[in-house]
C-alpha cells in the first residue's frame, strides 16, 4: 500500500486545504491495525471486508485473483454536501495517481 505512505506524506498539505484522506480497504480488520498505525493521522483507514462501499463506488478490480475481493485504487474528491467533484479511477489494480495531482485539483 505504498500509495498511502505517500498520501500520508503529503498529510500537512492535505491538511491546509482543509481535506481529510480516507482509505477504503478491503482486507481483514486486524491486517489493516498495523497499517493505520503507520500512516499516523494524516490517513484514516476504514475497513470494508464485505466490500459495499467498493462496489459503491465502482472500484472491484475487472481482473481479480479467482480467491479473493481486490479493488481498484481509486481517489475520489468528495465535497462537504457529499458530492463526488473529481474521481481518479485507474483502469488497472497496479496504477495509482500521484499526490501532487490531487493536491493540484484540490487548488483549482
Do not use: N
Request: net charge negative; charged share 30%; glycine share 8%.
Amino acid at each position: 500500500m505504498r500509495e498511502l505512505g505517500e498520501l500520508a506524506k503529503r498529510g500537512d498539505d492535505f491538511a491546509r486545504l482543509g481535506t481529510r484522506v480516507i482509505a477504503i480497504c478491503v482486507d481483514a480488520p486486524d491486517a489493516l491495525a498495523e497499517l493505520q498505525a503507520e500512516l499516523g493521522d494524516a490517513v484514516t483507514v476504514v475497513v470494508d471486508p464485505e466490500a459495499r462501499a467498493v462496489r459503491a463506488f465502482g472500484m472491484l478490480d475487472p481482473a481479480p485473483t479467482p480467491d479473493r475481493v481486490q479493488a481498484r485504487s481509486g481517489t475520489f474528491w468528495i465535497d462537504a454536501a457529499g458530492i463526488v467533484r473529481h474521481r481518479w479511477l485507474p483502469d488497472s489494480y497496479r496504477r495509482r495517481v500521484e499526490p501532487e495531482t490531487v493536491l493540484a485539483a484540490l487548488r483549482g
